[in-house]
């Protein structure tokens, strides 16, 4: 069992940063690729990125490519996405999930964090 508790959502300018965290409790989650989705508001939610569970490959939605990081520290268990360049098309519910690394792409995963609130303003 995994539990995902996410932090660090909020409002940022256009041309900002946010750094997002993700902190899971349970023994086995250096065992799962860890990864962040986001859902807009009437939209569908879609994959952000992913991290291999022990960090050497990820994988991001083109357009996060170049702006976005993922990365993972296992002996603290967390999981970051650093968000830079930030745009107003990001707003959005941002969650990280734990699964196989090809389900995470698929937009599927074993646990789900709650989610927090990014707002990026023009």
């Known amino acids: 069992q995994v539990q995902l508790v996410e932090s660090g959502g909020g409002l940022a300018q256009a041309g900002g940063s946010l750094r997002l965290s993700c902190a899971a409790s349970g023994r086995t989650f250096s065992s799962y690729a860890m990864g962040w989705f986001r859902q807009a508001p009437g939209k569908e939610r879609e994959f952000v990125a992913v991290i291999s569970w022990r960090g050497g490959f990820t994988r991001y939605t083109d357009s996060v490519k170049g702006r976005f990081t993922i990365s993972r520290d296992n002996a603290k268990n967390t999981v970051n996405l650093q968000m830079n360049s930030l745009k107003p098309e990001d707003t959005a519910v941002y969650t990280c999930?734990?699964?196989?690394?090809?389900?995470?792409?698929?937009?599927?995963?074993?646990?789900w964090g709650q989610g927090t609130q990014v707002t990026v303003s023009s």
């Open positions: 999930a734990a699964g196989s690394y090809s389900d995470v792409v698929d937009c599927r995963a074993d646990y």
